[in-house]
């Protein structure tokens, strides 16, 4: 079984949680214990209109002066409106500034709104949400009866953009899809001359993102840089934030040639306009880094990472957290480049400067990921010794801080456990776990899903000290309560089976058996990864080597051809 790869922050699941750097894979290094588990890697209201800012992709690039405010109207995602909705005596009329029938301009307009902001975001942090859904939900009807009533424009739009923006908050993201959908139809009747229109077009970018819809994200996005672009030119900074959403988006969509693209673009403008050292390039920059570090371009990488350090040291001296911050993105190049002693001393420095400049707290889950990753790349390179080490500072950490017997401490154990079965000390291994199993049964009771990743890995020590029937009980029992808590094709119950298909080809039992196991993992990493993953292969290997001991030419004729087309798929991919 491959060995247990180190939990990290905050929480336990059944899907692999350390967000190693692609060193590993640049090492080649293997990690052994002998059982293989399946690849895996929450009194009536006045009608107030209001908005709270989608904290996507910084605001603080919408000024010229500034990393402040957008003095542009309808900037900021700051449409609030006032107590009063918009008269439908309001007309637009292209190529002037917008009034209100009683004389108020839409700048004075916004100001009104700007008044409520503070209420409202009030409401929300203070956990008020049953009022501010109340003010949302006024506030919406109040427009429908607009709309109902031949009112259909911008003022509509924006006022609709601003409760969408709420329910975004308040997390009802079912509604804010049906509200886009209005919103939708009204903008695109709309001419790009529109004021608020580039703001309302940001937002409804933003939240198509957050309901993952991107085709609609992204057409958003264009539009909003379309009208910026008519408005201030191809290189005014106002392009950054909808430039930077558009970047994101077509991260996610796979489409990593355009938002490299687009990250250029943004970084290009913002070079000229604020100089190659402003702070406001590193949010691009980061971003930009981290796409480039999921593709494997660890060099480029390096060199985004390495100008926010530069940047940092400039703006806060050496010894500022931020600088610790960006030297820990920037070990993750290091080490997805395999330059793991240069991660190393690079990690090592990260989390010194945080501690000595009290920049986020001991016990911050940030920090306690550090020192995850830290160790890992540490087991990786052979130098075990020193990854328990911070293991077992994570453990006094997280002791000290929310008591001994907490269940948070249990992935620490199960970290502890899993350097201790490298080092071959399964008895260690078993004791801690056997501690922070009998937490979690405290905590939870003996049927709860979160007491099964302690439990599994117990099973997996017991394998190794040669104790199969004991494993076995325990891999059946993770098996049960994984099944009632998330049915019968779920991954989890896929690692599950994996580990008892393990111990009971040692334990001799029935080939038969065994192969419907397997044929059931295949089907969960099939339905999981998809037919031609990587995942696939080793649950195919293990077919493979059934059918040829049941006699079964026949079938595995088929099974072995498929194997070899993904094994020369996956070398040509590796060479390339």
Do not use: W
Not at 54 to 72: E, H, I, K, L, Y
Not at 542 to 563: A, H, N, S, T
Request: glycine share 6%.
């Amino acid at each position: 079984m491959a060995a247990f790869l180190l939990l990290s922050s905050p929480s336990f699941t059944y899907h692999r949680m350390s967000e190693i750097c692609l060193c590993m894979q640049s090492l080649q290094l293997q990690k052994g214990i002998t059982c293989s588990s399946v690849s895996l890697q929450k009194q009536k209201c006045n009608i107030k209109l209001y908005a709270v800012p989608v904290r996507a992709f910084s605001c603080q690039f919408a000024s010229t002066g500034s990393a402040s405010s957008r003095a542009d109207l309808g900037s900021q995602r700051k449409h609030i409106a006032s107590a009063f909705t918009v008269p439908n005596g309001y007309q637009s009329r292209p190529g002037h500034m917008h009034y209100r029938t009683d004389g108020t301009s839409t700048s004075e307009f916004e100001g009104q709104l700007d008044e409520l902001f503070n209420e409202v975001r009030m409401l929300i942090v203070s956990g008020r949400k049953s009022d501010a859904v109340e003010l949302l939900q006024a506030n919406y009807e109040a427009v429908k009866e607009q709309m109902e009533s031949g009112a259909i424009g911008i003022e509509q739009a924006a006022v609709l953009d601003i409760v969408a923006l709420g329910y975004i908050t308040v997390g009802d993201l079912k509604f804010v899809a049906s509200i886009l959908d209005i919103l939708n139809n009204i903008v695109d009747s709309l001419k790009d001359n529109e004021p608020f229109l580039d703001s309302v077009l940001l937002h409804m970018g933003s939240m198509y993102s957050t309901l993952k819809k991107l085709e609609k994200s992204m057409s958003a996005y264009k539009r909003a840089i379309d009208i910026i672009e008519k408005k201030s030119g191809k290189d005014s900074s106002f392009l950054i934030t909808p430039i930077l959403g558009m970047a994101k988006v077509l991260g996610t969509s796979g489409k990593t040639t355009k938002a490299v693209e687009s990250y250029h673009r943004a970084i290009s403008i913002l070079e000229s306009t604020r100089g190659f050292e402003d702070e406001d390039l590193v949010i691009p920059l980061f971003s930009l880094g981290n796409l480039l570090l999921k593709e494997g371009k660890g060099k480029d990488a390096e060199t985004c990472f390495a100008r926010i350090v530069n940047i940092y040291k400039k703006l806060y001296g050496e010894k500022d957290g931020k600088v610790g911050m960006a030297m820990y993105s920037l070990a993750n190049a290091k080490c997805a480049r395999g330059e793991a002693d240069e991660a190393i001393t690079l990690y090592r420095r990260a989390l010194q400067i945080i501690k000595d400049s009290n920049y986020m707290a001991l016990d911050d889950s940030e920090m306690e990921k550090m020192r995850i990753d830290l160790a890992e790349l540490l087991h990786a390179v052979g130098r075990g010794k020193e990854g328990r080490e911070l293991l077992e500072e994570c453990l006094l950490i997280n002791e000290k801080s929310k008591g001994k017997d907490h269940p948070s401490s249990v992935k620490h154990l199960v970290n502890l456990a899993a350097s201790y079965s490298r080092s071959k000390n399964y008895a260690e291994a078993e004791r801690l776990l056997r501690i922070g199993l009998d937490i979690m049964v405290k905590a939870v009771g003996p049927d709860d899903q979160s007491i099964t990743n302690p439990m599994l890995n117990l099973a997996v020590t017991l394998y190794n000290l040669k104790r199969d029937d004991d494993a076995e009980q325990l891999a059946l029992e993770v098996l049960r309560i994984r099944e009632n808590a998330f049915g019968k094709d779920c991954l989890p119950v896929g690692e599950a089976l994996d580990c008892l298909v393990s111990i009971q080809s040692r334990l001799g039992k029935d080939d038969t058996e065994l192969l419907k196991l397997l044929k059931r993992i295949l089907r969960i990493q099939e339905k999981a990864f998809g037919y031609e993953a990587k995942e696939v292969i080793d649950t195919l290997k293990k077919i493979v080597f059934y059918m040829d001991k049941l006699g079964m030419k026949d079938e595995k004729f088929p099974v072995q051809k498929r194997l070899s087309l993904l094994r020369t798929k996956f070398k040509n991919q590796m060479q390339y």
